[in-house]
């Protein structure tokens, strides 16, 4: 198996299904640090790979991508050998635009595409990207504009970032950054581009003050082969607040697809 700096390790050769993970806006592959144990422990057998971003944890040195499309276009290329063999994908927030973003590319090339996907806490492509930090709006290009003490306090009031954190400048020079270059992919998405051939399972939570349920309901118009919904505990980071209650909904999702053919694409 080819190795990429997306992934933290190689692949198991013998897993029933791959289950990559995308991190959130300023995110990165440790959300999902519990997430191989506890679904095991669920009897989900999966090999879960969060994908590593670059400009952040492990690979906090190298230049982070501020474009959707040259990032897609990237991780098409290092996993490709590993999206070949039955795999799933997990987005949430913006990782949903990145994974999203990523099927289109690989079913307009034809490329083997997941059996599901698993999208959480983002607005449906077609509508505008959240804006985080309101005190001076977005900049030209779409991007946030607010100060650092907006976008923390905005980061704060979502879950995203512990109040404590509020009165540690140094670690906010650190992590800001990352969610502004973050914001800025996410707005430089463009139009929406159109279905994808793979059922769609989208997650929301109940008091979520960025995201709207029905925003995340609205991916239905991009699901050809189907959709659900559902709405869980807790507002935009219930992967954190309410991890057990969404690994309980993602568990029978890997068992459903752990057994069910790889889906090729024609190229569209």
């Known amino acids: 198996m080819t190795t990429t700096e997306y992934l933290a390790r190689a692949p198991r ?26 679904l095991d422990a669920r009897g989900a057998s999966a090999d879960v790979l969060p ?19 040259p990032l897609v276009q990237e991780l098409d290329e290092e996993l490709d050998e ?3 063999s039955p795999h799933l994908l997990y987005g949430h927030s913006m990782g949903a635009l990145v994974a999203y973003a990523l099927m ?8 083997p595409l997941p059996r599901a996907a698993l999208l959480a806490a983002y607005r449906a492509p077609h ?20 100060s650092d003490s907006g976008l923390a306090r905005a980061l704060v009031a979502l879950g995203g970032l512990p109040e404590a954190l509020l009165g540690h400048p140094e670690w906010l020079r650190a992590l800001l950054p990352v969610v502004r270059d ?16 793979v059922p769609l399972h989208l997650f929301a939570g109940a008091d979520d003050s960025l995201v709207r349920t029905s925003e995340v309901t609205a991916w239905s118009r991009y699901a050809a082969r189907g959709c659900e919904v559902r709405v869980l505990p807790g507002g935009h ?24 053919r790889t889906v090729h694409a024609a190229a569209s």
Do not use: I, K, M, N
């Open 13 to 38: 050769p013998h897993a029933p299904v791959r289950l990559l993970c995308f991190p959130f806006a300023g995110g990165g592959a440790s959300a999902y640090a519990r997430w191989q144990r506890e």
């Open 51 to 69: 994908v590593r971003l670059p400009g952040r944890e492990g690979r906090y040195g190298e230049p982070r991508f501020t474009e959707l499309a």
């Open 82 to 84: 590993v999206l070949v």
């Open 127 to 146: 509508l505008p990207p959240p804006r985080l930090g309101t005190d001076t709006g977005a900049g030209a290009d779409g991007s946030c504009a607010a």
């Open 104 to 111: 289109r590319r690989r079913q307009e090339r034809g490329a």
């Open 182 to 197: 973050d914001l800025a992919l996410c707005a430089s998405a463009g139009p929406a581009g159109g279905s994808v051939r």
């Open 237 to 260: 980071f219930f992967l954190r607040t309410h991890e057990g209650w969404l690994l309980d909904e993602v568990a029978p999702l890997v068992r459903r697809y752990g057994g069910r």
